[in-house]
């Protein structure tokens, strides 16, 4: 179920205080239904933050932000939306498969039949590619494993948002590329909404849509391809930082 407007996610003046500081500064944007939308921006401008708000775990939020449909953090929101920390957090002391059939367990307590549950738990490892490391302890893999095991615990329930916070950090190309195509998968044949944070503007060319972040504020919601345009640039990077300095001179004008 989406909003009256057909959009997955709807933030209108979107404010977040974290101690005394003002992290994010009256946003407006919205994120597409069944695309994948790239979160964009250096360290430290928000990314985390902003995620957190949608899946409704971040504290002070003013403004509204509707997700599905429903206010962000709406108990009715909990299947529906899965979330990869930027610190994923696995069971060391289990294996792979272990973990997921904890999780499993935990996310459709009772719902699920123990040999749905470990379907789910099999395609979820087939899809992250883990199914050759199933018995290994989850504390003796590599950091790009242990991502792709909160990833497969995201895909247990197979969310309609999955809210992924740097999944591509530390990964080589080749697993960074197998990921990009799961993600394009989920999103053209399970019409799953992505919205996926990167420090690394090369991944911008993979999204459908971008919003380009910086100091809190949203600099552009566009397409990768619109945004070139604009900017005159052959790459996003440049339009970015075209745009930095656009917002620098506008401020400097309004002194
Ligand atoms: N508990 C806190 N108290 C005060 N400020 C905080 C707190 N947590 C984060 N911040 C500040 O909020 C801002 C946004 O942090 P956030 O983690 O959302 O950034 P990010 O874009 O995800 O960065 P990165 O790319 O490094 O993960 C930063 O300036 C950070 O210092
Ligand atoms: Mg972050």
Same mark, same amino acid.
């Given at each position: 179920m989406m909003n009256s407007s057909g959009v997955a996610v709807e933030a209108r003046g979107l404010t977040v205080q974290?101690?005394?500081? &003002?992290?994010l500064r009256g946003l407006d944007f919205t994120v597409e239904p069944g695309r994948i939308t790239g979160l964009l921006g250096p360290s430290g401008c928000g990314k985390s933050t902003l995620m957190r708000a949608v899946v409704?775990?971040?504290a002070k939020v003013t403004g509204t932000l509707q997700v599905l449909g429903s206010p962000a953090g709406h108990p009715s929101l909990r299947p529906r939306v899965g979330y990869v920390t930027q610190a994923p957090s696995v069971y060391t002391d289990l294996t792979v498969r272990q973990n997921l059939d904890y999780f499993a367990a935990v996310l459709r307590p009772g719902r699920a039949h123990r040999d749905t549950r470990r379907d789910a738990v099999t395609r979820?490892?087939?899809?992250v590619d883990l199914t050759s490391h199933e018995d290994a302890l989850a504390g003796n893999l590599s950091g790009g494993q242990r991502t792709r095991v909160s990833l497969a615990v995201a895909l247990l329930g197979t969310p309609d $948002? $999955?809210?992924l916070d740097e999944p591509t950090v530390g990964l080589d190309p080749v697993l960074r590329r197998d990921l990009w195509q799961l993600f394009h998968t989920l999103a053209a044949e399970?019409?799953? &909404?992505l919205l996926i944070s990167s420090h690394v503007m090369d991944e911008a060319e993979r999204c459908h849509r971008l919003l380009l972040m910086r100091e809190g504020?949203?600099?552009a919601d566009d397409t990768p391809d619109a945004l070139r345009t604009a900017a005159g640039t052959d790459t996003v990077e440049e339009a970015f930082l075209h745009l930095v300095d656009a917002a620098a001179t506008r401020k400097e004008n309004a002194r």
């Open positions: 974290r101690g005394s500081r &003002t992290v409704g775990t971040q979820a490892l087939t899809e $948002l $999955l809210v399970r019409s799953t &909404t504020e949203i600099l």
